[in-house]
């Protein structure tokens, strides 16, 4: 048993098939260049509006709109300003098509409770405390756990607080001690049922919200961006799924750099 980081990996995402990647490279090198998240939407957008067929759109059209700039006067090319157009026009499920994959480690279970809030554009596999054997001679070691930044950075005047005095020491402790000493006696806990005879299925109902969990999650960039708008720092989310947000954001805009624009503002309005 011990505390535990966050951790955040992207293992997939979308990508464009060699074969088609060989025809946009026939039409043009700058089309084979461009992000694969960015021809896919254009791709979608171009298709509800455009009387070429979609495996034709980025050969017959890509030109036109990577080519020009912006015609809206901001940033990137006229691709970008059409992806733009279409997210503040709220047209957004032409970017269902673009998938992220992470793995996700490290995180309390009271995260992953609201993480799987968010349901439409979302899909999970988690780590089963009820086939994960949490027990200290298993081989997880014991259930680790995520201490919560107020927890961790509190500075609190203890000694005011009835809850913050040792009785048994006498002493006054950090609340960090207290949060420990609670995660030992519920590990202690499970031991003692695992050692009665009862299985992890049951065992698993003492541990805490702060137990650890790892996950798969894949989700398509509308629903990211939705979730990145409400769970983003200064938006009233607690402190552990705003640093979530914010991992999410950082490994998808570095594959699909085009996307950092709509996470820094337009993403409110998706």
Known sequence: MAETKMNVELMFHTQLSAEFKEKLRKASEQLAEAPDGKILALTAIRTCYSANKPSEIAIKEGAKYFGSAASDGDSGSDADRLIRQIVASKHTSTLEGITFTFAIEGVSRALLAQLTRHRAGFSFSVQS?????MGSG???????????EKVASSTKDVATSQFSVDAEMGEILPATTYFERAMSAIQTAYDELRDAGIPAEDARAVLPQAAATNLVMTVNLRAL???????RRGNGAQAEISDLAEALRRAVTEVEPWTAQFFEGVSASV
């Open 225 to 231: 961006l939705d979730f990145y708008a409400k769970r």
């Open 138 to 148: 298993n081989k997880s070691g014991g259930f680790d756990y995520v201490v919560p």
């Open 129 to 133: 405390q009820r086939y994960v054997k």
